[in-house]
Structure formats: C-alpha cells, structure tokens
C-alpha cells in the first residue's frame, strides 16, 4: 500500500522560511503526479503547488507563486516544497498527496484530483 508522509512544519515567525517534505514508501512517487495542499480552521481545502510524474512540470496557486517552490529527489522518493517568505495567512495544516490514476499529462491541484494522502503536518505563521 502506498504510504506518504509529511515532515517539516512547526512555527515560524512572518517573513521566514520552511521546507516540507513528502516522502512516500512502497511505490515511486516520479511515476505520479504529485500535489500539496493546505486547510486551515474553518477553511476549504486548497491545492496550493503540484509537481507532475517524469517531466515535473510544476504549477502554483497564485497566493503562493513566487513564493513557495516545488521539486523532486527522485533518488529519495521525496517532493519538497520550499516555502519562503511566510505570512500568517499561511497557517494551516498541508497536506501532500499523489493522483494515482495517471489520467493526465500534467498535474492538477484540485483536491478531488487525488485519492491518495498523507497525515498532514501544521505550519503556524506567527510573531
């Protein structure tokens, strides 16, 4: 059974940095598309990056662009999304997860896109 997990959120004050990984088990994750996703408290979920199977072509919401940056280690099974100059409004818990139908050639960032999920790891953005 594929398995993901997010590491590498915690607090950290507006204007500074994170890098979250996604690192999955049992299957490669250059075979699929990949996405990241963030909920907050009372919020929808919102597909935020996604990075697509081989090629990798990247896409980014625009509350994020320029700001956050997807990649891929292949040699680690592991997406990493860098995340720079936070802002509170970018608290909440983030979520990657793979689309495992292969349907598209490029990678979406609709949630409903994706059935397979990691547990998530909070970022809080705060002074």
């Known amino acids: 059974q594929l398995q993901l997990v997010e590491s590498g959120g915690g607090l950290v004050q507006p204007g500074g940095s994170l890098k979250l990984s996604c690192t999955a088990s049992?299957?490669?994750?250059?075979?699929?598309?990949v996405g990241w996703f963030r909920q907050a408290p009372g919020k929808e979920r919102e597909g935020i990056s996604c990075?697509?199977?081989?090629?990798?072509?990247?896409d980014y919401s625009d509350s994020v662009k320029g700001r956050f940056t997807v990649s891929k280690d292949v040699a680690s099974n592991t997406v990493h999304l860098q995340m720079n100059s936070l802002k509170p409004e970018d608290t909440a818990v983030y979520y990657c997860?793979?689309?495992?139908?292969?349907?598209?050639?490029?990678?979406?960032?609709?949630?409903?896109?994706?059935?397979?999920w990691g547990q998530g790891t909070q970022v809080t953005v705060s002074s």
């Open positions: 049992r299957v490669t994750l250059d075979y699929y598309h």
């Open positions: 990075i697509s199977s081989f090629e990798g072509v990247t």
């Open positions: 997860a793979v689309d495992s139908s292969r349907s598209f050639s490029v990678c979406a960032q609709a949630p409903v896109e994706y059935d397979i």
